[in-house]
């Protein structure tokens, strides 16, 4: 027998809606994106650089291995980045490998088909949750730190609690939940969409200000990549949460609404 | 019957390949139907609707001496196969005229001299690839406004088309702009760059300067601008090369 348990309300139809959206149409950026990376596998400070000037970043070939070049240090990348499998299983000489590009092979006008297309949806998803969340209160009452959750001793016990694996099965979300929220949706998505904005020339020349806040185009483009990357990293560590935390109560409650807890 | 021992089993990690390799496929699939490559492309039209009324009228960030890149990259080609353009490049354009014509009153044959003599606008700007690097650099000639108010557009001029004598392959290089950014005061006719002649690699004689908009629609080699109501009908009706070729947007401010 299953020990005695009862069922709370976890999220809301909102939060269930945006967050399936806004996880196919994120999926989608980042792959059309990493094709789009591909076209010029180099990041830059500043406002321009291009082939005579020095990345801080790049991933390329050097012979037949993938390397990838980060701030004068070379990581031997063969196999995933730099070079990896082609479609026909040959390796190929490709920043990104094709099982994480959209489309798989070579094609920069599909990936900003696919790119520019889903730009809109996902800032109009977030602009409707963001102004509906502070409209219902899920934002103030769910997500925003209350008085006692600032103080180091209970952001400490809450960490200590996640590295000894016990997760809470309060029917509030936790200080650490509670901070990597907020860091996805006030601040990595909110800034990949303007460091993408700054990034092109038509509103460079109608918000200039916007560019320059980043330091140029260059810089844009590299804030742009570091909020994508900051996103796959929140991305695995959600996974692992969610798989560590108990995976079908957890799905469960984003698909239905509904939590079960034990009592 | 026996089943040999060291036959290839269905394995988890041949069922994931496998099941990878699906999936990148099914999204390949996707991408290729019609009716998803006209949605996308309707949802990215925003992109325009919103720059044009953010900033209709707003002028490309211009830079000083100081910020320019030390070199100036080239990409696409790097001179023209036509036989007329390398005469003229050997004769350094002497006898060359830009062709000014379509829905105008009055057609031009304009000399590089004449497009030295006209008044000159200098701007030191940004250069953004499609492919997403930028470089820093100084360009000169006259604004093609006044050239096309010279020209007198008939009122059902739309597009200004730009013919180049450059090629891929034997389809020739063209692009295409709409009267908003053609009579825009930073759209000029390039025939100097970094206070040199614009180089044969840079688009000699003349390359438009489009500067709200990426790499591909500042063309090269201009031989004739023509005025049009529609971009239908012309090579693949995209307005562009790299629009017609592989699908490009035809509005490349972003």
């Known amino acids: 027998m299953s020990a005695p348990s009862t069922w709370i309300k976890r999220h809301r139809l909102s939060t269930r809606l945006w967050h399936w959206a806004n996880a196919a149409v994120l999926a989608l950026m980042l792959m059309s994106g990493l094709m789009i990376f591909n076209a010029h596998p180099r990041l830059y400070w500043g406002e321009y650089g291009a082939n005579f000037d020095s990345?801080?970043?790049?991933?390329?070939?050097?012979?037949?291995?993938?390397?990838?070049?980060?701030?004068?240090?070379?990581?031997?990348?063969?196999?995933?980045?730099?070079?990896?499998?082609?479609?026909?299983?040959?390796?190929?000489?490709?920043?990104?490998?094709?099982?994480?590009?959209?489309?798989?092979?070579?094609?920069?006008?599909?990936?900003?088909?696919?790119?520019?297309?889903?730009?809109?949806?996902?800032?109009?998803?977030?602009?409707?949750?963001?102004?509906?969340s502070v409209w219902n209160g899920h934002l103030r009452r769910d997500l925003l730190l209350h008085d006692g959750e600032w103080k180091p001793g209970h952001v400490t016990r809450d960490l200590l609690d996640h590295l000894r694996l016990r997760f809470g099965s309060g029917e509030r979300y936790n200080v650490l939940q509670k901070l990597a929220y907020l860091a996805v949706l006030v601040g990595l998505l909110p800034l990949v969409v303007v460091t993408g904005l700054a990034m092109a020339p038509g509103m460079d020349a109608a918000w200039p200000w916007l560019t320059e806040l980043f330091g140029g185009r260059q810089s844009a483009r590299s804030v742009h990549f570091l909020c994508a990357s900051g996103l796959v990293l929140f991305f695995v560590v959600h996974i692992v949460m969610v798989v560590l935390a108990g995976p079908l109560r957890e799905v469960r409650a984003m698909v239905t609404g509904w939590w079960r807890v034990r009592t | 019957m026996i089943t040999p021992r060291n036959t290839p089993a269905i394995t988890r990690r041949g069922l994931i390949g496998a099941g990878a390799g699906l999936l990148v496929a099914g999204c390949d699939r996707v991408d290729d139907l019609p009716e998803v490559r006209d949605g996308l492309a309707e949802l990215g039209g925003v992109h325009q609707r919103v720059q044009r009324l953010l900033g209709r009228n707003a002028l490309a960030r211009e830079y000083g001496a100081g910020a320019m890149s030390p070199m100036f990259r080239t990409n696409g080609n790097t001179e023209a196969g036509d036989p007329a353009w390398r005469q003229h490049l050997a004769e350094g354009f002497s006898r060359w005229a830009l062709q000014v014509g379509g829905l105008v009153h009055r057609p031009l044959a304009l000399p590089l001299s004449a497009l030295q003599?006209?008044?000159?606008?200098?701007?030191?700007?940004?250069?953004?690839?499609?492919?997403?690097?930028?470089?820093?650099?100084?360009?000169?000639?006259?604004?093609?406004?006044?050239?096309?108010?010279?020209?007198?557009l008939m009122p059902a001029a739309r597009y200004a088309v730009f013919h180049c004598a450059d090629d891929f392959g034997g389809d020739p290089y063209y692009e295409s702009i709409d009267l908003i950014d053609a009579f825009h005061p930073q759209t000029i006719l390039a025939w100097k760059m970094n206070d040199a002649?614009?180089?044969?690699?840079h688009g000699a004689p003349v390359r438009l300067r489009v500067e709200r908009q990426l790499g591909y629609k500042q063309a090269k080699y201009v031989m004739r601008i023509e005025l049009r109501e529609n971009l239908a009908g012309l090579y693949g009706g995209k307005g562009g090369y790299w629009e017609d070729a592989a699908g490009y947007q035809w509005y490349a401010g972003i």
């Not at chain 1, 299983?89 to 094709?98: I, K, R, W, Y």
């Open chain 1, 55 to 132: 990345p801080w970043l790049e991933i390329g070939a050097i012979g037949d291995r993938g390397a990838l070049s980060l701030g004068g240090r070379v990581i031997d990348t063969t196999g995933v980045l730099g070079v990896s499998s082609g479609a026909d299983g040959a390796p190929a000489a490709v920043a990104f490998p094709g099982w994480a590009t959209i489309p798989s092979t070579y094609n920069l006008a599909d990936a900003r088909l696919w790119h520019l297309g889903m730009a809109p949806v996902l800032v109009g998803l977030l602009l409707w949750y963001l102004a509906w």
């Open chain 2, 117 to 152: 003599a006209m008044p000159q606008r200098t701007q030191i700007t940004r250069h953004d690839c499609v492919e997403g690097w930028s470089a820093i650099g100084k360009w000169q000639g006259p604004r093609l406004g006044p050239i096309l108010a010279t020209a007198g």
């Open chain 2, 197 to 201: 002649p614009l180089q044969a690699q």
